[in-house]
């Protein structure tokens, strides 16, 4: 079993910036790939970054290429979302997730955060 806490949500305005951390309660954090999705009101659950065990390997939705970078440190089990130049229509719950691969696909992951609340103000 792996919990994830979420944290490093808040109300930032359009142009800012964020940075979100899931810490996760395992001893072999290095064994899964780890992803980022968020939930806007009324919507699904999307997927907006991932990143492979080691942390070679990334990606990323369309929407947020360019803007929003994954990364993790695997001797602190953690693994982050650093946003830049935030928008209205990023606002939403971000949830990580931890699984046995790198997928784009809420099927591909096993384990869930509670979530972090994104706002950005116009």
């Known amino acids: 079993q792996v919990q994830l806490v979420e944290s490093g949500g808040g109300l930032v305005q359009a142009g800012g910036s964020l940075r979100l951390s899931c810490a996760a309660s395992?001893?072999?954090?290095?064994?899964?790939?780890m992803g980022w999705f968020h939930q806007a009101p009324g919507k699904e659950r999307e997927f907006v970054a991932a990143i492979s065990r080691g942390g070679g390997g990334t990606t990323y939705a369309d929407s947020v290429k360019g803007r929003f970078t994954i990364s993790r440190d695997n001797a602190k089990n953690t693994v982050y979302l650093r946003m830049n130049s935030l928008k209205p229509e990023d606002t939403a719950l971000y949830y990580c997730?931890?699984?046995?691969?790198?997928?784009?696909?809420?099927?591909?992951?096993?384990?869930w955060g509670q979530g972090t609340q994104v706002t950005v103000s116009s």
């Open positions: 997730a931890a699984g046995g691969y790198t997928s784009t696909y809420l099927s591909g992951y096993n384990y």
């Open positions: 395992t001893r072999t954090f290095s064994a899964y790939a």
